[in-house]
């Protein structure tokens, strides 16, 4: 989300937007993140939680569910 970094760096810094400290550390916090940078780490946390999305769901887990909906119809 475009200025999404920006306003977290503001409700961070008070809502001020300018860092407390006064002195600039050597990079402008303020710009955020390129459009371009931000697409390509979106490219590779999409890939990332899809490659988890398409792993089976492990045997235990499937009991506990099993046993939650059970116990939820009692």
């Not at 475009?2 to 409700?11: F, I, L, R, T």
């Not at 710009?31 to 792993?55: C, K, M, N, T, Y």
Request: net charge negative; aromatic share 2%; glycine share 14%.
């Amino acid at each position: 989300m475009p200025g999404a970094s920006k306003k977290m760096d503001q409700a961070a810094q008070g809502g001020a937007g300018k860092s407390s400290g006064g002195a600039s550390s050597g990079t402008e916090m303020d710009e955020g993140l390129s459009p371009s940078l931000q697409a390509h780490i979106g490219r590779h946390v999409r890939a990332a939680f899809d490659e988890v999305a398409r792993e089976p769901i492990p045997d235990h887990l499937l009991r506990l569910l099993k046993d939650l909906e059970r116990s939820g119809n009692e």
